[in-house]
Each structure stands twice: as structure tokens, then as C-alpha cells.
């Protein structure tokens, strides 16, 4: 038993698939160019971010490490150890030094007292030998008093006004190292107090901490390894700190403006996994206006090149929470220019520090504290440390 031939597709049939088919090709075409409009993308971009480099502010041999790469930190943890007798040493000089300062001082104030009172002791030995003198000028026309006698007060009043001004003088000598000041403006003490604060400042600064929060990265530093101030010795990367470059071609960026909506893949993760972040602002220049060594275009033989300018863009935390990004990760940036309202540069300029720490905001605080202490358990008490302060 033989199958029927199956009757062949008319020809009008087969211009109506071919004319649907090409229907279907153009509206695909059309929709993406309207769509495209609106929008540009680039895969040019890279998840960038803060590298806070870990280092000393002064010389000395590593005794101990906080942390290893890949390891998490807080912010004032600490990270490095250094060696620190010569510095306990130091502590101890500068302290035994205020306390001496602070009693010399005393002893100087006390000696303007007791010169003061000398003055005025001189000043009432020469009151009297003057009017011994006049007394007896009196009585020596009567002959009561010889002129030898007259001579001889004369005399008395001559050493008396010299002992005066030599008290003067001695007076004058010692008000010049305290005059105008108190016992804590003094000179040798304010000196003593500042290298104090150096002494326990350097002492603290045995203990390197972590500037901020993050994983620690590029250690170099081992231990019994001799450092200088400003090498560094690691590198803490807060994650949670980041944003993402992204190099447009220069004819894509005449529709950028910051604050416009951004869609991000990245090659970490799969397809389904998409970030949001915001454009919020444009460079100053091209990546090779700012490279090591510029084009030189003013040649003879010039190839014109499609230059990039990049484009930052803040990536919303809370996915960055959930779906963590490594700085240097591939992205692919779309983003929607539907809304070019914004800006196109910056104008603003912040009226907060973009980046700051504060673990060295107590370290001037507490050595003043330990000066304070020096100099109040060598000041002395009673009346006459009070009357010195006043």
C-alpha cells in the first residue's frame, strides 16, 4: 500500500512566511532601536574602591601581628605590634623631667617672695639709718653728737641703700623667669609638658590599629622586621566602601547626567544576579589624559583613537551586602538616559570629609591627661602653691 504525496506549499504561502518573517525581523530591529535611544551600556567597567594603607609613625622592630590577608578587621583593632622599651624608657624620662621642671618652678616663685620681702626688709633698714642721720644732723650744732657719730650714721645709710638696690636688682633677676606668668605657664614647665605629650604619643603609637573596618590585603611586614614611618606595612579594604568605574566611549556620553538609574551584572555572578546603582559624576578627562605618559597627537603619523571617559557610580549597599563585590570584578553597565535632567559636572563641594577615621582623636586628649597628673602631684598645696597659681 503506497502514501499519498504530500501536496507541495503554494507559492503565495511561501511569500506570506517570508514577507511575516521579515515583519517580525524589523519591528525586533525597531524596538531595539528606539530602546537603544534611550539607554547606553558599556562592559569597560570595574568595581573600584578604598585601599587604606596600614603604617607606622615611628621607627621600630615588629614584635607581633594582628592579622593575615583575607582576614576580617574592625576599626580600631590592632594590627601591629612594635618594641616597646625604648619608648617605656622615654615615657619615664619625660615624666621625671616634668615633675622637676614643675619644682623648680615652685622654687623660683618662692624665691621672688622671698626677695620681695627682702626688698622691703632693705627698704625699711634704709628708712631708719636716714633718720638716724637726720636726728643726729640736729643735735650736732647743740655738741650732743659728735661729728665721728654723724659720720658713722652716714655710713650705715650708705650700706643700707646699697643693700637695697642690690635686693633690687637680685628681685628684678628672678621676676624675669617668672614675671607674667603662672606655675603652669611656665617656660621650662610648658617644655617639659610638650615632651611629655611627645613621649607618651610615641609610646601609644607602639600599637599600630586599624584605620577603619574591612579586609586586610598586601601584607608585607613579618615579624622582627625593623620599619620606618610610612612604609606600609598592609592594606585594609573597606568592602563595603566601593563603586564602579565606567569607561564610556566619548560619543556615548552626550546623554550622561548624574543621577540617572544604572543596571549592573557582573561576571562573578550569574545573570540573574542584577546591581542598581546611580551615576554620580563624570571625570574630569579621559583615561589618557591622566596616564603615566599622554598621547602625543601633534605627529605626522596619527591614528585617531575612540578615547573613554569614566563615569562613577555609586552602587546601592544593600546589594553589595548581599551579593559581596572584590575590587578589579568585571562589569557590564547599562544605563537608562531616559531622565536627563541632571547635571552634566558637579557643582557642589562637600561640605563633609568623603573619608575619615577616628582613632588618633584621643591620643593628644589622653597625654594631656598624663601631664595634668604630673603636674598636679608636684605643684604642691596650701597657701603658698595657691598664691603662685594666681
Known amino acids: 500500500m503506497t502514501t499519498p ?6 507559492p503565495s504561502r511561501r511569500w506570506l512566511l517570508l514577507v511575516l518573517a521579515i515583519g517580525v525581523l524589523v519591528a525586533a530591529l525597531a524596538i531595539w532601536y528606539v530602546a537603544g ?3 547606553v551600556w558599556t562592559d569597560d567597567a570595574y568595581v573600584n574602591g578604598n585601599v ?13 601581628i594582628g592579622g593575615d590577608d583575607t582576614d576580617h578587621v574592625d576599626a580600631n583593632a590592632p594590627l601591629v605590634t612594635l618594641n616597646a622599651v625604648d619608648a617605656e624608657i622615654q615615657y619615664e624620662r619625660a615624666k621625671s623631667n616634668l615633675a622637676r621642671a614643675v619644682r623648680l618652678a615652685r622654687t623660683e616663685y618662692y624665691q621672688v617672695q ?3 620681702a627682702e626688698v622691703e626688709q632693705r627698704h625699711n633698714d634704709v628708712s631708719k639709718a636716714r633718720e638716724d642721720v637726720r636726728r643726729r644732723s640736729q643735735l650736732a650744732s647743740s655738741g650732743a653728737v659728735s661729728r665721728e657719730e654723724i659720720s658713722h650714721a652716714e655710713d650705715i645709710l650708705k650700706n643700707a641703700t646699697a643693700g637695697l638696690d642690690g635686693s633690687r636688682h637680685a628681685l628684678a633677676v628672678r621676676l624675669a623667669m617668672v614675671d607674667g606668668t603662672t606655675l603652669r605657664t611656665h617656660p621650662d614647665v610648658l ?4 615632651n611629655l605629650r611627645d613621649a607618651y604619643i610615641a609610646l601609644h603609637r607602639t600599637q599600630i590599629y586599624s584605620p577603619v573596618s574591612g579586609l586586610i590585603t598586601k601584607r608585607n611586614v613579618q615579624v622582627g622586621q625593623r620599619i620606618n614611618p610610612g612604609v606600609a606595612l598592609m592594606s585594609v579594604v573597606p568592602i563595603e566602601q566601593i563603586w564602579v568605574n565606567a569607561n564610556f566611549k566619548e560619543s556615548q556620553i552626550e546623554n550622561l547626567r548624574i543621577g540617572q538609574a544604572v543596571q549592573l551584572r557582573a561576571d562573578a555572578y550569574s545573570r540573574s544576579v542584577v546591581f542598581h546603582g546611580t551615576i554620580v559624576g563624570l571625570d ?7 596616564s603615566l605618559m599622554p598621547a602625543q597627537n601633534a ?3 596619527w591614528i585617531k583613537v575612540t578615547q573613554r571617559v569614566p563615569v562613577r557610580i555609586q552602587l546601592d549597599p544593600s546589594e553589595i551586602a548581599a551579593n559581596p563585590l572584590r575590587l578589579g570584578l568585571s562589569m557590564r553597565v547599562s ?3 531616559t531622565d536627563r535632567s541632571g547635571s552634566l559636572l558637579n557643582r557642589k563641594a562637600p561640605t563633609e570629609p568623603s573619608y575619615s577615621t577616628h582613632i588618633f582623636e584621643n591620643e593628644l586628649k589622653d597625654a594631656n591627661a598624663v601631664v595634668e597628673q604630673v603636674i598636679a602631684g608636684n605643684e604642691g598645696s596650701g597657701p603658698a602653691a595657691v598664691s603662685l597659681n594666681q
Not at 574630569?284 to 589624559?289: K, L, N, V
Request: no cysteine; charged share 5%; aromatic share 2%.
Open 37 to 39: 535611544l534611550d539607554s
Open 299 to 301: 605627529t605626522g603619523n
Open 52 to 64: 587604606v594603607q596600614v603604617t607606622s609613625q615611628i621607627t621600630g622592630t615588629v614584635t607581633a
Open 5 to 10: 504525496p504530500t501536496p507541495a506549499a503554494s
Open 114 to 116: 622671698q626677695l620681695e
Open 335 to 337: 544605563v537608562d538616559t
Open 191 to 194: 617644655v617639659a609638658a610638650s
Open 284 to 290: 574630569a578627562g579621559t583615561g589618557s589624559a591622566f
